[in-house]
Nanobody
Framework: VQLQAFGGGLVQAGGSLRLSCAPS????????MGWFRQAPGKEREFVAA????????FYADSVKGRFTISRDNAKNTEYLQMNSLKPEDTAVYYC?????????????????WGQGTLVTVSS
């Protein structure tokens, strides 16, 4: 089972993009889902996460108020709506699925990863 992320691209500062993530097979409806990103020359960092029910969401301080994570378990898809994008949001964005909700902000909580989708924000 693999995750596939979609929706990256080039956008001007202040613009919006919506990323989607879905498994190529199987279902992740009982998993926590998250988004991480890695900018050139930097380590991968946590962006946002959502519990299996969608009842709780978590955000990095750098994106709080601008990004919204959601999921549709009926469609087996999670989303990351990104508004008011900044050049510093430029990175490869990875979706992930896991079971350890107690470490939901850590990449070690996730056992499944997507291939990444590039988001470039121009100034």
């Amino acid at each position: 089972v693999q995750l596939q992320a979609f929706g990256g691209g080039l956008v001007q500062a202040g613009g919006s993009l919506r990323l989607s993530c879905a498994p190529s097979g199987g279902t992740f409806s009982s998993y926590i889902m998250g988004w991480f990103r890695q900018a050139p020359g930097k380590e991968r960092e946590f962006v946002a996460a959502i519990t299996w029910s969608g009842g709780s969401t978590f955000y990095a301080d750098s994106v709080k108020g601008r990004f919204t994570i959601s999921r549709d378990n009926a469609k087996n898809t999670e989303y990351l709506q990104m508004n008011s994008l900044k050049p510093e949001d430029t990175a490869v964005y990875y979706c992930a699925a896991g079971k350890n909700s107690r470490s939901i902000r850590l990449d070690t909580a996730y056992g499944y990863w997507g291939q990444g989708t590039l988001v470039t924000v121009s100034s």
